[in-house]
C-alpha cells in the first residue's frame, strides 16, 4: 500500500495485522507488530530471536578450520614468526589488530602488514610477500583479504610460506594452492557462519584457538573489536552476527584496551552502553579516515599501544586525521554533485564521476553520498600514485555492483567487493567505455523497476506510547544494522509547538500529537516548516544523551504536510480516506463513491463480496489514518 507524497519519498506502509497474530508475550504490541511484518512467528521463534541459542562446532562448517587452528598453536608454542596480512579498512584494521593482539599472548611474533591505499590499492600483494619473506616469516594469515590475490598466492608458495587465507569476498572460479582457506562462502546452505565479515572470520577463528588451548577469550580484546568491524562492515545482523553481538556489544565500555578507551572517551561516550550507531557513526568513520587518508599502522598501534603517553599522542592524531578527512569530503561532494547533477539529466541510470585530483581514500564516501541524493548506482574515480584510476562503487540496492563489475572485465585491472559495494582500477583511457557500459547494464537491470526514493515504515505510534520502558524494549529486538534495520514509526498530525535551525542546515522542533509531547530533529534539509504547522513524520526513536540527561527524541527521516484525506493506492486503484469526527472512517474511490466504517453510508448499494472487500479497504485506511499500530 502506498500513500502519496508531495515530498520527495514515496511512503510505503506494511500490511494491517489480525488481531488474532498478537500474543501473549512481554513485548510490547507495537513492536510486535514490527516482528510479525518482518516475518517473526512469535509463538515458535520469539525466544530465540530475544536469546539465540549456542551455534555449532564452526569446525564442522569450515573444513580447513582445524588444520589451520593446529598451524597457528604450532607457531605459538615454538614462538614463531607470523604475519597478519589485512586491509585498511575498518573491517581489516579490527581483524588485524583482533590476532595480533591474541596470537602475541599466545607466544607469537606477529607482524602486522597493511598495504598502502594510495600506491598498492587493496588487499595482498607480492610486494608484501617479499617483505614477509626478507623478515623470514613462514606463516601468513590474510584477514578481510587474499581470496583474489594469485599472484602472491604464487610467490608465497614459491618462497615456501604457508597461507592461511581468511576472507569473506567472493571466492573466484580458479583454483588456490594454499595452505588453507577459511571463507562463510564455502559453509553448508544454511550455515549461522554464512554472513561473517572479515573480522567475523578472524574472530571465529580466534575462538577456534582459544577453545583448543583452553584460553579465555574474554581476556583479549577480540569481542570489541568483532563488534567494531561487523557493523562498521554492514555484516547482515543474522545468525553468528547477531548472537556474538547481543552478547559482546554490552562489553565495549569495559574493555582494558587502552586505545579503544581512549578514542570513547575523546567521543564523549564512555559512561553510556555504546550501540550499533556510536560505532557506524563514531568509532567506524574514525578507524576508516586513518585507512582512507594517511597511515594505518597509525590506528594499529594506537589499538596495540600499552604506554598512556603513547596512548594519548596517538589518539590526538587520529582525531586530526578524521578532521581533514572530513574536510577533503566536504570538499569532493561538492564537485562530484555538479558533475552527478549534469549525468542525472542526461538520465544517466548509472552515475559514473571522475577527477583526477580527488583523494582516492574519499571517493567511497562520496560515492554512498550520491547514490543517498539520486537514488541511482554511482562510481567515484581518482587518480591513484602508479598513473591509474581508482574506483569506489556504492549501489541503490537495486543492481548487484560487484556482478556488473564482472560483466566489465575486460575493461579493469583489477575489481572485488560485494553486490553493496565494490571497487576497481582501471587505465584512464578505459573510462569512457566502462560509463557506458555500466549505463547499459543499468538500463538493462531497471527496466521494470520504480526508482523513485521511498521510506517504509514498520509501525505506526502515539507519542504518549514513546517512553522509556518502550525504548528498553525496542533495545530488545535490536542490534540493528543489516537484515535488522532499525525500525521506522510514523505518526500524523503533529503540531509543531517550536522549531529553531541548528549550524549545518538542521532543524530542532517540538512536536505535539494530541497524546504527548516530544523533541525531534529532522538533518540535512531546506524544508520550510513554521510553528503551528500540521505535519506527518516518519522517524526513528532514538535517546538524547545532550549533557548527560537522557531524554526520549526524534530522529525525522521523511515530513509530510498533514492533509485529513490520506490517499491510497491500492490494488492499482486510488482511494481517499478520512476521519469522520475522529471515529468513523469514510472511504470515496476514483468514481466518487463512498462507503464509511460502520457501512453505513452505502450499504444498502454494497452485496456481501462488495462488503468483505470494503472492510478490507477499511483496514488499510485504518492503518494510514493511525489508527491501528
Not at 135 to 162: C, H, M, P, R, Y
Request: net charge positive; glycine share 4%; hydrophobic share 40%.
Amino acid at each position: 500500500m502506498e500513500i502519496d507524497n508531495e515530498m520527495l519519498n514515496r511512503w510505503i506502509l506494511p500490511k494491517p495485522i489480525n488481531e488474532n497474530e498478537f500474543t501473549n508475550i512481554n513485548l510490547n504490541h507495537i513492536l510486535q507488530a514490527v516482528l510479525i511484518r518482518r516475518g517473526i512467528d512469535l509463538n515458535n521463534e520469539f525466544d530465540e530471536y530475544i536469546t539465540p541459542s549456542d551455534l555449532p562446532n564452526p569446525e564442522f562448517h569450515f573444513d580447513d578450520l582445524g588444520k589451520a587452528t593446529q598451524r597457528i598453536i604450532q607457531a605459538c608454542v615454538n614462538k614463531q614468526k607470523i604475519a597478519i596480512c589485512g586491509d585498511y579498512d575498518a573491517d581489516g584494521i579490527t581483524s588485524t589488530v583482533l590476532l595480533v593482539e591474541l596470537l602475541t599472548t599466545l607466544g607469537a611474533i606477529v607482524k602486522p602488514f597493511i598495504p598502502s591505499r594510495q600506491d598498492e590499492g587493496y588487499g595482498l600483494n607480492k610486494n608484501m610477500i617479499n617483505q614477509v619473506n626478507n623478515q623470514q616469516i613462514k606463516l601468513i594469515i590474510t584477514v578481510d583479504n587474499g581470496i583474489s590475490a594469485f599472484e602472491a598466492i604464487k610467490k608465497s608458495n614459491e618462497l615456501g610460506i604457508d597461507l592461511i587465507i581468511t576472507d569473506h569476498h567472493k571466492i573466484p572460479e580458479k583454483t588456490m594452492d594454499i595452505f588453507s582457506l577459511i571463507h562463510p562462502e564455502r559453509t553448508p546452505i544454511n550455515s549461522p557462519y554464512k554472513y561473517l565479515a572479515g573480522v567475523g572470520i578472524a574472530y571465529l577463528l580466534a575462538r577456534n584457538i582459544c577453545k583448543k588451548i583452553n584460553h579465555d577469550i574474554n581476556d583479549t580484546s577480540a569481542n570489541v573489536f568483532f563488534c567494531i568491524g561487523t557493523i562498521a562492515d554492514m555484516a547482515p545482523l543474522k545468525g553468528a552476527n547477531r548472537k556474538w553481538l547481543k552478547e559482546c556489544l554490552p562489553q565495549i565500555n569495559r574493555t582494558n584496551n587502552k586505545g579503544v578507551k581512549s578514542i570513547i572517551k575523546k567521543l564523549s561516550i564512555e559512561n553510556t552502553d555504546i550501540t550499533p550507531d556510536d560505532i557506524g557513526y563514531k568509532i567506524a568513520p574514525l578507524i576508516n579516515a586513518v585507512g582512507r587518508i594517511g597511515n594505518p599502522k597509525l590506528i594499529i598501534d594506537l589499538f596495540t599501544n600499552d604506554t598512556n603517553e603513547s596512548v594519548v599522542k596517538l589518539t590526538k592524531d587520529c582525531f586530526a586525521m578524521n578532521k581533514e578527512r572530513k574536510r577533503l569530503t566536504s570538499l569532493v561532494e561538492e564537485e562530484a554533485l555538479q558533475i552527478a547533477v549534469s549525468e542525472y539529466r542526461s538520465d544517466r541510470k548509472f552515475l559514473v564521476l571522475t577527477k583526477s585530483e580527488w583523494h582516492p581514500g574519499i571517493i567511497g564516501i562520496v560515492a554512498a553520498r550520491m547514490v543517498d541524493k539520486f537514488n541511482l548506482p554511482t562510481a567515484l574515480l581518482a587518480e591513484a600514485n602508479d598513473g591509474n584510476f581508482r574506483g569506489s562503487i556504492r549501489s541503490n540496492n537495486k543492481l548487484k555492483v560487484n556482478q556488473a563489475l564482472a560483466e566489465c572485465d575486460d575493461l579493469l585491472i583489477a575489481h572485488g567487493g560485494h553486490s553493496a559495494a565494490a571497487g576497481f582500477s582501471i587505465k584512464k583511457e578505459n573510462i569512457h567505455h566502462l560509463r557506458d557500459r555500466l549505463n547499459k547494464i543499468a538500463y538493462r537491470e531497471f527496466k521494470n523497476i520504480n526508482l523513485e526514493k521511498s521510506i517504509k515504515p514498520d509501525a505506526s505510534i502515539s507519542f504518549k506510547d514513546i517512553t522509556y520502558n518502550f525504548y528498553c524494549q525496542l533495545l530488545l529486538i535490536g542490534p540493528f544494522g543489516v537484515m535488522n534495520p532499525k525500525p521506522i514509526f510514523w505518526t500524523r498530525k503533529c503540531m509543531v509547538l517550536d522549531i529553531s535551525k541548528l549550524n549545518g542546515g538542521h532543524l530542532r522542533m517540538t512536536l505535539n500529537d494530541g497524546t504527548s509531547t516530544i523533541e525531534a530533529l529532522k538533518w540535512n534539509t531546506t524544508l520550510e516548516i513554521k510553528k503551528n504547522d500540521l505535519i506527518d513524520i516518519a522517524f526513528y526513536i532514538e535517546i538524547n544523551r545532550w549533557k548527560k540527561v537522557n531524554s526520549m527524541q526524534l530522529n525525522i527521516l521523511d515530513i509530510k504536510n498533514h492533509k485529513e484525506i490520506v490517499s491510497l493506492k491500492l490494488y492499482d486503484r486510488h482511494y481517499d480516506c478520512q476521519l469522520i469526527d475522529n471515529k468513523n472512517i469514510l472511504i470515496t474511490n476514483s468514481k466518487g463513491e463512498c462507503f464509511s466504517s460502520d457501512l453505513s453510508s452505502s450499504s444498502d448499494n454494497l452485496n456481501e463480496a462488495q462488503k468483505v472487500f470494503a472492510k478490507k479497504i477499511l483496514t488499510f485506511a485504518k492503518l494510514a489514518l493511525g489508527k491501528a499500530a
